[in-house]
């Protein structure tokens, strides 16, 4: 019964916790001033919703991890990432074959405002030719063989500069990077970020890969990342415990 309530736990568990990730790109390709970490609400939130205005709906994103890069394959810190609530996650990204990073997006984002759109104004990217290594980005320490929903947010405002991404090999959405109005006040999908719901593969992993859209330029702002509960089958389960749970009780 014990492993019962424990599984049923981890269920409540994953509807809540949320990974929120913002790139901090600094001005250049190294050095310069390092973007402003995002503290408001993305699409994602912490009641397992979803909103694109920021302002709106229920349930708020919480924390944001600000990761700054040394260089836009070295990122500092890696490591100890924290959820949404600020708890210890286990959870590591490594990028590769990223050739710049910046925090002066184009329009709609507030021509190099930070404070309009933090998430958004910042980011690493890369510029592809015939031949060119694809950039990835790699979470890791996640549990095996799991679904996770997987938001990427690929913009700098300027037409054709977002992506087109693939997770483990699945199929690819597109960002275009042309999105909300200036001022912002929401996020678009399919212009800002976009939506996966991925499992990791056998060593806890979600590699993400960027292609170019309509111009040469792949653009890497963040994401939400988020385990998707589990299937039916176990919350059964769960329901069946606590029906014992109570038959013990009146008996008792």
């Known amino acids: 019964m014990a492993m019962v309530w424990a599984l049923c736990a981890g269920i409540s568990h994953a509807q809540t ?3 929120n990730v ?9 050095g310069g001033t390092v973007g402003t970490t995002y503290t408001g609400n993305g699409p994602l939130r912490s009641n397992g919703t979803v909103h694109d205005a920021p302002a709106l709906g229920s349930g708020m994103t919480g924390y944001w991890n600000g990761i700054v890069f ?5 990122p500092i810190p890696s490591t100890s990432l924290l959820d949404s609530s600020g708890q210890a996650t286990g959870i590591s990204l490594s990028f590769a074959n990223w ?12 021509n190099g405002n930070a404070a309009n759109m933090p ?6 990217g890369a510029e592809l030719s ?9 979470i890791s320490g996640l549990t095996s063989n799991s679904p996770y929903e997987l938001y990427v947010f690929g913009s700098n405002g300027g ?3 977002g992506g087109t991404w693939s997770v483990n090999g699945s199929a690819t959405q597109v960002s275009t990077g042309i999105g909300s109005s200036y001022p912002f006040s929401h996020f678009t999908r399919g212009a800002d ?3 996966f719901n991925v499992n990791s593969d056998a060593l806890g992993r979600l590699v993400l890969t960027g292609n170019s859209t309509d111009d040469p330029f792949v653009i890497l702002n963040g994401f939400q990342l988020s385990p998707v509960p589990e299937p039916g089958s176990l919350s059964l389960l769960c329901a069946a415990g606590a029906v014992v749970l109570a038959a013990r009780r009146r008996r008792g």
């Open 159 to 161: 037409a054709g500069a």
């Open 17 to 19: 916790t949320i990974l």
């Open 130 to 138: 015939a031949g060119s290594l694809l950039p990835t980005m790699t």
């Open 119 to 124: 998430l958004l104004n910042d980011y690493i």
């Open 99 to 110: 050739g710049f990073q910046d925090n002066a997006p184009e329009v709609p984002y507030g």
């Open 22 to 30: 913002d790139l901090n790109g600094a001005r250049g390709s190294t």
């Open 193 to 195: 970020y976009v939506y």
């Open 70 to 74: 040394s260089n836009p394959n070295s």
